[in-house]
């Protein structure tokens, strides 16, 4: 079996920086023809300016030859410049900001401590179409860490949008059944990026027989039925969901550690992965719709033109992979993947 696929492109995606590029941006441009880079590092790509830059250095460190095109995410903070949305629109490489509620997960110490702060911001993005790409999670630390996507739709994300109607808002690496529904049947032009993870995993793989710092991300993953929703709404054909893989590497000492990071690392096998999903479904055929269609045309920028082939082909997963001078272990490290993306 061979499927051909037009080129897919990865939604959210972290690459981190220095010499860690040389691992990452391989992986993914291997893969994906473009991909929109998360901003928080230490510090976070705040501005336009810091965009640009490090969108210099991930350039840099694409393999010889390789045209791999990574788009910009910017990190909002409570200080963020209202004044340079309208420069955001007007760049051709910076697509979005980034709301990483402050506390919530990997390098968001800086975001926003109250959706207020940044209503000034949120106006001009309203105002310019500049869309808002939402780590959707309450970080109110007396609400269950399993509740929190279900409690940010609620006292966050359904006033935001009742305050600025017009905001192009992805809801990113969404979890739940919950969250699917509210993106499927929002008025407002909502949309999500999904896992691969989130769509193979449910939280049961987290303490198969032990516990198991590789499964765990944020948000973490849920019960079966959510699950099973994310898979249906991912293999629905609705263009309001598609691919962004929330590939996220660690070095292995900090996962394998008495407080690990969260993140699964999913860069090397992104598509393959998706791929085991939407067949376990009886799918594949959704799949080119999710991966390389919608998100393009959700962005407003040009569908891909290329094309890539999935073979039916067994192969083994590494145990690790270099990640500058340290290591990282991907997921389904020294596992089989009935999946090969070739070209
Ligand atoms: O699991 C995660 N890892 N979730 C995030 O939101 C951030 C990411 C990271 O940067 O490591
Ligand atoms: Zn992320």
Same mark, same amino acid.
């Given at each position: 079996?061979?499927?051909?696929?037009?080129r897919?492109?990865?939604?959210? &995606?972290? #690459?981190? =920086?220095?010499?860690?590029?040389?691992s990452?941006v $391989?992986?993914?441009?291997?893969? *994906?023809?473009? !991909?929109l880079?998360?901003?928080?590092?230490?510090?976070p790509?705040?501005?336009?300016a810091?965009?640009a830059?490090?969108?210099?250095?991930?350039?840099?460190?694409?393999p010889a030859?390789?045209r791999?095109?990574?788009?910009?995410a &910017?990190? #909002?903070? =409570?200080?963020?410049?209202?004044?340079?949305?309208? $420069?955001?629109?007007?760049s051709? *490489?910076a697509? !979005?900001?980034k709301?990483y509620?402050?506390?919530?997960?990997?390098n968001?110490?800086a975001g926003?401590?109250?959706?207020?702060?940044?209503?000034?911001?949120?106006?001009?993005?309203?105002?310019?179409?500049?869309?808002?790409?939402?780590?959707?999670?309450e970080?109110d630390h007396?609400?269950?860490i399993?509740d929190r996507?279900?409690?940010?739709?609620?006292?966050?994300l359904?006033p935001?949008l009742?305050r600025?109607?017009?905001?192009?808002?992805?809801?990113?690496?969404i979890?739940?059944?919950?969250?699917?529904?509210?993106v499927?049947?929002?008025?407002?032009q909502?949309?999500?990026?999904?896992t691969?993870?989130?769509?193979?995993?449910?939280?049961n793989?987290?303490?198969?027989g032990?516990i198991?710092?590789?499964?765990?991300c944020?948000?973490?993953l849920?019960?079966?039925?959510?699950?099973?929703?994310?898979?249906?709404?991912?293999?629905?054909?609705?263009?309001?969901?598609?691919?962004?893989?929330d590939?996220?590497?660690?070095?292995?000492?900090?996962?394998?550690?008495?407080?690990?990071?969260?993140?699964?690392?999913?860069?090397?096998?992104?598509?393959?992965?998706?791929a085991?999903?939407?067949?376990?479904?009886?799918?594949?055929d959704?799949?080119?719709?999710?991966?390389?269609?919608?998100?393009?045309?959700?962005?407003?920028v040009?569908r891909?033109?290329?094309?890539?082939?999935l073979?039916?082909?067994?192969?083994?997963v590494?145990?690790?992979?270099?990640?500058g001078?340290?290591e990282?272990?991907?997921?389904?490290?020294?596992?089989?993947?009935?999946?090969?993306l070739?070209?």
């Open positions: 079996m061979s499927l051909r696929l037009l897919p492109d990865d939604w959210h &995606l972290h #690459l981190r =920086d220095g010499a860690k590029l040389t990452t $391989a992986h993914t441009a291997n893969q *994906f023809g473009r !991909a880079v998360m901003p928080n590092l230490k510090p790509v705040i501005t336009l810091q965009a830059g490090y969108r210099e250095r991930i350039l840099a460190a694409r030859g390789n791999f095109e990574p788009l910009m &910017l990190y #909002l903070t =409570d200080n963020s410049d209202a004044k340079e949305v309208a $420069a955001v629109k007007q051709d *490489f697509l !979005a900001y709301l509620p402050a506390g919530a997960t990997t968001s110490d926003v401590t109250g959706i207020e702060k940044v209503y000034g911001v949120l106006a001009e993005m309203e105002k310019h179409g500049v869309p808002l790409c939402v780590h959707g999670e970080t007396h609400v269950d399993f996507e279900k409690v940010f739709i609620d006292r966050t359904i935001t009742k600025f109607p017009g905001l192009k808002v992805v809801f990113e690496h979890t739940t059944k919950d969250a699917a529904e509210f499927r049947d929002s008025e407002h909502v949309a999500a990026t999904i691969a993870h989130h769509l193979l995993y449910n939280r793989a987290i303490f198969q032990g198991r710092p590789h499964y765990y944020l948000p973490v849920k019960r079966e039925h959510h699950r099973a929703a994310l898979l249906d709404a991912a293999t629905s054909g609705n263009a309001r969901f598609f691919l962004g893989t590939s996220a590497p660690h070095a292995v000492h900090t996962k394998e550690a008495s407080c690990g990071c969260a993140g699964c690392y999913t860069a090397h096998a992104a598509v393959e992965l998706y085991e999903a939407f067949a376990s479904v009886g799918k594949l959704r799949l080119e719709g999710f991966s390389s269609l919608f998100g393009s045309d959700w962005y407003g040009a891909p033109t290329e094309y890539v082939h073979h039916q082909e067994e192969w083994q590494p145990a690790r992979y270099a990640f001078s340290d990282i272990v991907p997921l389904r490290a020294g596992e089989a993947l009935r999946y090969k070739v070209g």
